[in-house]
């Protein structure tokens, strides 16, 4: 994805140099997922090839570019980010029985369930192995961000027994989304040689705009119209998202039958009802409001940082997360 879609205001300098080292970046995910057989090194490849919106390396990239990074260290610190996405995407597709990712045919639905593990796997030891040559402080902030993800995807399989269900699905997505980007955030900081308190601060913008990413695809989910995407596609999936948890926490008797819906087995179902309830629900505008209080939340942590190009790309990206939600 171009950096001015994610960035929109940045400067025409700022985006070159930043898409100059996506690109160098690019490469160097293709090289990193080379194996020892034609057949592993093309199934490592698949997911990587097919795309992506590469928003952790250029997080990566942006926090860098705050301080004076070297730039071999910034390429291996969004190698090591985007390696772990993928592999936790072809684990994450195993678990789900998903046909497709990045609108290709899954690994999984390629070449079955092992080697699509085995592919996450490899890909995860790719990982390691270019974290290491970064230092022990990367090492030890990988492997906290790993158990965070492994452990969001286990809350998430296990469900909210007596937990509440809204707060029990916010923590699923800081751990399973915003502690990536969070950490992507503040690898870019590190290798730019940012003080403590500016690294504190960028973990902190990453996590909560990393929320902000998810949350807003849960509010496009049921309004796009002409996004590309198909509203309604959570719903039918029966996965969690913000607009459906608020809508179920209300015990207004008006929106009974929106509720009795949410309850059922959309799998199947004509859809047009529920969707006609949800974007008429109050739910939906408590949602954007979350979104926008958030997004200013992780907007006001970049206070913190030095100012300049990448901040101010930053600002814009906390205001245009809330522009695509509304
Ligand atoms: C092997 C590292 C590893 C983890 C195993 C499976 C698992 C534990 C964790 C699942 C983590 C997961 C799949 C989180 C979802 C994160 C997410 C928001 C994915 C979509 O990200 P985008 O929109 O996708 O950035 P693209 O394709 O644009 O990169």
Known sequence: MAVDSLIPSASDAFTADVSQRLDEIERRLVQAAEADTAFATSAAQHIISAGGKRFRPLLVVVAALMGNADPEDVTKAALVVELTHVASLYHDDVMDDAELRRAVPSANAKWGNSVAILIGDLLFARASSVVASLGTEYVALQAKTFARLVQGQLAETTGPGDA?????????????????????????????????????????????????????????????????????????????????????????????????????????????EVLELLRAHPAMDAAKAEVRRRADSARGYLAALPDGESRRGLEALCESMISRSE
């Open 164 to 272: 509440d269900p809204l707060e029990h699905y916010l923590q699923v997505v800081a751990d399973k989304t915003g502690s990536l980007i969070a950490t992507s955030a503040v690898f870019g900081g590190m290798v730019a040689g940012l003080e403590p308190s500016q690294l504190d601060a960028l973990a902190a913008f990453g996590e909560e705009i990393g929320v902000v990413f998810q949350l807003s695809d849960d509010i496009i989910d049921i309004t796009s119209q002409t996004s590309g995407k198909t509203p309604g596609t959570d719903l039918r999936a029966g996965v969690p998202t913000l607009p459906t948890l608020l809508a179920l926490r209300s015990t207004d008797p008006a929106h009974a039958r929106l509720r009795e819906l949410l309850r059922s087995d959309l799998s199947h179902a004509d859809l047009t």
